[in-house]
Nanobody, 124 residues
Framework: QLHLVESGGGLVQPGGSLTLSCGASGRSLDDYTIAWFRQVPGKEREGVSSLSSVGGRTEYVDSVKGRFTISWDNAKNTGFLRMNSLKSEDTAIYYC?????????????????WGQGTQVTVSS
């Protein structure tokens, strides 16, 4: 079992930046796909970005390309989502999720380990 804990959310003005963290504990991972999803009330959970341990392959939803960067620190067993040039439409609860294999698609149906979520609010 893998335990995930997100942090780093908060209130930020449009154009600002935040870095979300996802700390993982409970088991080691030889291969993995880590992903970030977000959800607003009344809407389905949306894939934001993913990172595969094989080849460092990354994927981003079109709306965040060029603004968000996903990464993983092996030494800290922690994933990150750096979010720049934030917009009001980025407001959501952000979740990290992991599977213990590489190159999983950015689809919440395929991810079994989830964090509790962290709120990101972009507002002036």
């Amino acid at each position: 079992q893998l335990h995930l804990v997100e942090s780093g959310g908060g209130l930020v003005q449009p154009g600002g930046s935040l870095t979300l963290s996802c700390g993982a504990s409970g088991r080691s991972l030889d291969d993995y796909t880590i992903a970030w999803f977000r959800q607003v009330p009344g809407k389905e959970r949306e894939g934001v970005s993913s990172l595969s341990s094989v080849g460092g392959r990354t994927e981003y939803v079109d709306s965040v390309k060029g603004r968000f960067t996903i990464s993983w620190d092996n030494a800290k067993n922690t994933g990150f989502l750096r979010m720049n040039s934030l917009k009001s439409e980025d407001t959501a609860i952000y979740y990290c999720a992991v599977v213990p294999w590489a190159n999983e698609a950015l689809d919440p149906a395929f991810f079994g380990w989830w964090g509790q979520g962290t709120q990101v609010t972009v507002s002036s």
